[in-house]
């Protein structure tokens, strides 16, 4: 198994440009999330799905848009980056309730400037 | 949610114990206290989960005190490789559904030869 699969693993944007952050996992998980960190910070949620066509949003939004068609997909959109949008992005995923472990991907650089 | 506590930074010998405490004085009788860790530029690795009881596995002990308020990260043989950044997360659930966990600043885990 792959795990969770993140691309890219960098990119720099110029202010006003969008992008999409891709993750893929392969194992089946109903729950995935992504998170972001700032220099020196711990992570923040922002957004999580359940499940193929449900969603709903983390602790800091704002910015971003996702959606979930397929188990093992959940793409991070950013419309109009924002220099505060520079961060690290990981994707995670779990089985659900009765497996508590979050697994996470290896992360995407992002720089907006 | 309840809030954790941990110090900033500690050092360790390798091939010592190393042990991590947490503080979560306010946590709730049906939180989980977990451990992560973040080896620098990846994304977070679970490590050990416990309610009450003290937990042990491959990697880590997990000690619990008996009224809950704190717990104590217990990494046996501290190796190189255990270099890291140890967050205490306490999982908040909202109607039984594990949405979230709260990363803080953790405890910067330095191994030395």
């Known amino acids: 198994n792959a795990g969770v699969t993140q691309t890219p693993k960098f990119r720099i944007l110029k202010i006003g440009q969008s992008m999409t952050l891709q993750c893929t996992q392969d194992m089946n998980h109903n729950y995935m999330y992504w998170y972001r960190q700032d220099p020196g910070m711990g992570l923040k949620l922002i957004y999580y799905?359940?499940?193929?066509?449900?969603?709903d949003k983390g602790e800091v939004p704002n910015g971003y848009n996702v959606s979930r068609s397929t188990t093992e997909d959940f793409p991070l959109r950013l419309e109009l980056a924002a220099p505060s949008q520079t961060s690290v992005y990981f994707c995670?995923?779990?089985?659900?309730?009765?497996?508590?472990?979050?697994?996470f991907g290896p992360g995407t650089r992002l720089t907006v400037l | 949610d309840a809030k954790t506590t941990q110090p900033p930074s500690m050092d360790c010998a390798e091939g010592r114990a190393a042990n991590l405490p947490c503080n979560h004085s306010?946590?709730?009788?049906?939180?989980?206290v977990y451990w992560y860790r973040q080896i620098h530029s990846q994304g977070p690795q679970y490590i050990i989960h416990g309610l009450k009881n003290n937990e042990t596995n491959e990697m880590a002990s997990l000690i619990i005190t008996e009224d809950r308020k704190s717990s104590t990260l217990i990494l046996p043989h501290a190796t190189l490789r255990d270099t890291a950044v140890y967050y205490c997360i306490v999982r908040a659930s909202l109607g039984g559904v594990d949405y979230k966990l709260s990363f803080g600043a953790g405890t910067t885990v330095t191994v030395r030869a």
């Open positions: 995670a995923s779990s089985y659900g309730v009765a497996e508590p472990k979050q697994f």
């Open positions: 306010t946590i709730s009788g049906n939180e989980y």
């Open positions: 799905s359940v499940g193929a066509g449900i969603t």
